[in-house]
């Protein structure tokens, strides 16, 4: 009885162990939503927002006459132009930088930051994902969202200085699929430059809510 009580016990086990485990949609096939208002611009009209593929634009979205911005972006539209985490750290060293401490585990990626549109008078102008603190100082602590999309896991990080410039720190870890990335820094509006410049992941996520901004093209 002890024997038949002992296979009694253990074949709920087996059969749990069998079961097969649920698992959540292919991250690399989701589309990334980003949403929120314009904080220092008012449209008067619906803009349609564009970005650059590997030949000619493609709408991804639009921002409206309340404001209200919306974009969605494609697994397609990451992968029309993408590069590799290596190719960006060799077009750094190319430019004259100096690119020692980087280290990199790489991936395929594209990040897509500026969504292009053109106004009715013709200005060719974007809008960008962005806050802005300003300190007492008047200077301004400014984060930009970025949204990268790679095809396997792979990071960069460690610092790099181009001649003349302030030093840039990645802090970056991908995930497959979407990521959210802050760029801050500190930017001197009597000067026109920004210092402390950091790239720091945020989240492997495929939405965003929040303020943007829009500026002319120069």
Request: charged letters at 15%; proline letters at 6%; one cysteine or more.
């Amino acid at each position: 009885m002890r024997k038949t009580a002992l296979i009694a016990l253990t074949l709920p086990l087996v059969l749990a162990a069998c079961t097969t485990p649920e698992t959540g949609p292919d991250p690399l096939t989701l589309n990334f939503t980003a949403t929120g208002t314009l904080q220092n611009y008012t449209p008067g009209q619906t803009y349609a927002l564009s970005v650059p593929l590997a030949t000619g634009t493609t709408n991804v979205g639009e921002i409206k006459a309340d404001k209200g911005v919306s974009v969605t972006l494609t697994p397609d539209v990451a992968k029309a132009k993408s590069r590799t985490l290596n190719d960006f750290v060799t077009s750094i060293k190319n430019a004259g930088c100096d690119a020692s401490q980087m280290t990199v585990q790489d991936t395929t990626y594209r990040s897509l930051s500026k969504f292009d549109f053109t106004t009715a008078n013709g200005t060719a102008s974007y809008v960008q994902a962005r806050s802005e603190v300003t300190n007492a100082d008047g200077t301004r602590n400014v984060t930009e969202k970025a949204f990268w999309y790679a095809t396997a896991a792979g990071s960069i990080t460690g610092q790099y200085t181009c001649p003349g410039g302030t030093p840039i720190t990645y802090n970056v870890t991908l995930q497959p699929g979407w990521n959210v990335i802050d760029t801050t820094g500190l930017f001197n509006p009597t000067t026109k430059t920004t210092t402390n410049i950091r790239y720091t992941s945020v989240a492997s996520t495929n939405t965003y809510n929040g303020p943007w901004y829009a500026y002319t093209k120069n």
